[in-house]
């Protein structure tokens, strides 16, 4: 093609192909009670063996089981942590009763943020947790994870549960970093 046969036309810049705009993948609907990006460092058997359990048991078909071993996975945890980390004692000596008692739930989970508070983490990390032991009605309260195990009228739902997983997800991730 000769030089004098081009036209204006054939200069004018062409238009960058428009680009697809790509969509976030949608997150698969949560069907246990622990995220699959959770990743714990649990060094107790047992503990790591509950942990692993509640991964994969199904919120729908297992909420009694999956209340139950969140309580358990607390208890088991926050003991762990005072026995190995802070070496503390999990019973108090009461010298009007001349006996060794264990220490209450609460007790042990609010020792347990204490030290972890100490050691640089924020408390605001925690308020999930330490929310439930000034409210009832709170899905991580002492007194619900109580209920799970020992109120046979008292049902867990799948929405309290992950939204109290959800609440002490962060204190799990520092307890067992």
Known sequence: MSVER??????????????????????????????????????????????????????SLHVHAIGVLLRVFLEMSVDDY?????????????????????????AKVKEVIQ????????????????AGFHDDQHPFSIDTLHAYIHNRFFTPTEGNLTTGWDNAQRFFETLWA
């Open 115 to 130: 030290h972890m508070v100490a050691n640089g983490a924020s408390e605001r990390d925690f308020r999930g947790v330490l």
């Open 82 to 106: 005072l026995v190995n980390r802070v070496e503390a004692k999990l019973t108090y000596y009461d010298s009007k009763n001349n006996r060794h008692i264990e220490k209450k739930l609460a």
């Open 6 to 59: 081009f036209t204006e036309e054939d200069f004018k810049e062409t238009p960058a192909p428009k680009q697809k705009k790509t969509r976030a993948p949608r997150a698969s609907p949560r069907t246990s009670i622990i995220p699959k990006a959770c990743k714990l460092n649990v060094t107790n058997a047992k503990i790591d063996g509950i942990y692993s359990e509640l991964k994969r048991l199904q919120l």
